[in-house]
C-alpha cells in the first residue's frame, strides 16, 4: 500500500504546507490516539519538541486531536527525541509523539510516534494510523465526558538529565574536563550542558540561545566548524555537537579533530567488550559505514552486520538480534541498554567514560581505525528508474570487479528524493573515484534517456 503520509521516519515537511499543517497534525493526533486505544482506562499520550517556531502551532494541533478521542495529553515543551522515548515509557503512556526535523532546517518540521515501549512504530502501525487519519473524523471523537485533559509535565528536563547521569559507571565523574557543548538551538540546549556540569565537568556552551529560527543553522552535528573554533579558541578537552533533537552527536577532539559515528562506535563497542558488556558479538550498523569499522572489529573479534540506511532498521536488528551496540556514520548511535533511539548525550557520556578510565586525550581514545578513502555522490532524475538500466548495471558490475576485495560500492535511492545515491569505498582512493565516476556517469546518461 502506498504511504501518504509517512516517510523513513515519522512525517516531515515544510512548515505550514502539507502534510506538516495543523489539520494533518489534528488528524494524526485523532488517528493515532483512537489505534492506541486499548480498554476502558484513560490513555496517555507524552508529547516533546524541539525549539522551531511551527512546533507551538503543531503542538497545540496535536493535543487537541488526542484530547477530541479522549486521551489525556502530557507536555513536555523542549526535550530531545530520546527523553520523549524514555518518558514515554517512565510516565506508562500508550503513544509518545516527538515534534521535531531533526537537524533540517527550521523552516521544515516532522511528528515522530512511538509505541508504549518507546521504540518507532512499525510500517503497520503507520500505515493503520493512515487509515484512520482518511476515515470520517466524527466516528472518532469521544463522549462528552470521556474528553482528555492537558498537563504540562514541569520536572521532564531534571527526569531526563537524571537518567542520562545514571548510564554511566557508578561514581564515575567529569570533574577537570573541559568541555564545550554545541546544543544546535535545538531541543537539548537546556537539559545537555546541565547534564555535564552536574557531573562535575567545566562546561562551555554554544547553540543554546533558540530563537524558533536559528535551529541547526551553522551549529549542531551538521555544522561543526564553529564546534572547532571554539574548542581550540578554550583550549577544551573534548567539544560535543548535537542535532536539532538530540538524537545524533558528532565529537571534536582536543586538536580539533571531527571524530564521527563510527569511530565512536568503535570506541563504544571496545570498550563495552572489554568489561563484559557488549551482547551479540558485535555492532550493528549501515550500509554506509566506512569499510575500516568492519575490519578493526574484525580485528578486536568481534562482528558487523549491516543494515538498510535509517535507524530504524538498526535498531529492528538489535531487538530482533540481541545487539546492545548500533548505529549510523552520522552519529546516531543506539546504545539499547539505556535506550530505544539514538541519544547524542548519552553516546558522549559513554565516550567521556572511556576517557575518563584511560586518562587518555580525545585523540587517542577516538581514533581506533584509519577510515578507508570514501566518496559518495548523488546524482538527481526525473522519471524512471535508473538502476534497472543496462548501462547502470554493466558499470556496477565492472567497479565491483575492480575494487575487489579492496573495497565496497553501495548505489540506493533516496527514501526522500528523487535522488541515486552512489558511495565507494577502498584501499585506493584514485581507483575509487574512478570508479564511483564511471558509475555516476552510467546514471546521468540512464536519467536522460528515461
Known amino acids: 500500500m502506498t504511504r501518504r503520509y509517512f516517510g523513513t521516519d515519522g512525517i516531515r515537511g515544510l512548515a505550514n504546507r502539507h502534510p506538516m499543517t495543523a489539520e494533518v497534525a489534528l488528524k494524526v493526533g485523532m488517528a493515532a490516539g483512537k489505534l492506541f486505544q486499548t480498554g476502558s482506562h484513560r490513555h496517555r499520550v507524552v508529547i516533546g519538541k524541539d525549539t522551531r517556531l511551527s512546533g507551538y502551532m503543531l503542538e497545540a494541533a496535536l493535543m487537541s486531536g488526542f484530547t477530541s478521542v479522549g486521551v489525556d495529553v502530557f507536555l513536555l515543551g523542549p526535550m ?167 538524537d545524533r552527536v558528532v565529537i571534536v577532539d582536543e586538536k580539533g579533530q571531527i571524530v564521527d559515528g563510527d569511530q565512536l562506535m568503535a570506541v563504544i563497542a571496545e570498550s563495552w567488550h572489554r568489561r563484559g558488556k557488549l551482547s551479540a558479538g558485535g555492532v550493528v550498523a549501515t550500509v554506509m559505514s566506512n569499510l575500516g569499522l568492519e575490519r578493526y572489529l574484525k ?42 533511539t539514538g541519544d547524542g548525550l548519552v553516546s558522549a557520556l559513554q565516550v567521556l567514560a572511556c576517557v575518563v578510565a584511560t586518562g587518555k586525550p580525545v585523540s587517542e581514545v577516538c581514533a581506533r581505525f584509519t ?42 535511492p533516496s527514501g526522500t528524493e528523487p535522488v541515486i545515491r552512489v558511495m565507494a569505498e577502498g584501499d585506493d582512493e584514485t581507483l575509487v573515484n574512478a570508479v564511483v565516476g564511471d558509475i555516476v556517469d552510467a546514471v546521468k546518461v540512464a536519467a536522460q534517456a528515461a
Open 371 to 412: 577510515p578507508l578513502p570514501q566518496v559518495l555522490k548523488n546524482v538527481r532524475y526525473a522519471n524512471g528508474k535508473p538502476l534497472e538500466d543496462t548501462r547502470v548495471r554493466k558499470a556496477i558490475e565492472g567497479a565491483q570487479q575492480k575494487l575487489g576485495e579492496k573495497g565496497r560500492i553501495v548505489i540506493r
Open 299 to 340: 580485528s578486536q573479534g568481534l562482528g558487523l552486520v549491516r543494515t538498510p540506511v535509517g535507524d530504524r532498521y538498526v535498531v529492528e536488528h538489535m531487538r530482533k538480534h540481541g545487539y546492545n551496540v548500533g548505529g549510523e556514520q552520522s552519529g546516531h548511535i543506539v546504545l539499547s541498554d539505556f535506550t530505544t
Open 80 to 246: 530531545p527525541t530520546p527523553a520523549v522515548a524514555m518518558l514515554t515509557r517512565s510516565l506508562r503512556a500508550d503513544i509518545g509523539v516527538m515534534i521535531s526535523a531533526s537537524h533540517n532546517k527550521y523552516e521544515d518540521n516532522g511528528i515522530k510516534l512511538f509505541d508504549p515501549d518507546g521504540y518507532k512504530l512499525s510500517d503497520d502501525m503507520e500505515l493503520a494510523i493512515e487509515g484512520l487519519i482518511e476515515s470520517d473524523a466524527r466516528t472518532l471523537l469521544a463522549s462528552a465526558d470521556r474528553i482528555g485533559r492537558a498537563t504540562r509535565v514541569e520536572s521532564a528536563q531534571e527526569r531526563y538529565i537524571e537518567f542520562a547521569k545514571r548510564t554511566l559507571p557508578k561514581n564515575l565523574k567529569l570533574t577537570g574536563l573541559r568541555i564545550v557543548i554545541d546544543c544546535a538551538n535545538g531541543a537539548a540546549y537546556k537539559v545537555a550542558p546541565e547534564a555535564l556540569w552536574e557531573l562535575g565537568a567545566e562546561v562551555i556552551k554554544i547553540g543554546v540561545e533558540p530563537n524558533g529560527r536559528n535551529i541547526n543553522d551553522k551549529c549542531g552535528s551538521t555544522a561543526p566548524d564553529l564546534l572547532v573554533s571554539k574548542v581550540k579558541e578554550f583550549r577544551a578537552d573534548i567539544g560535543i555537537a548535537l542535532d536539532g533533537d538530540a
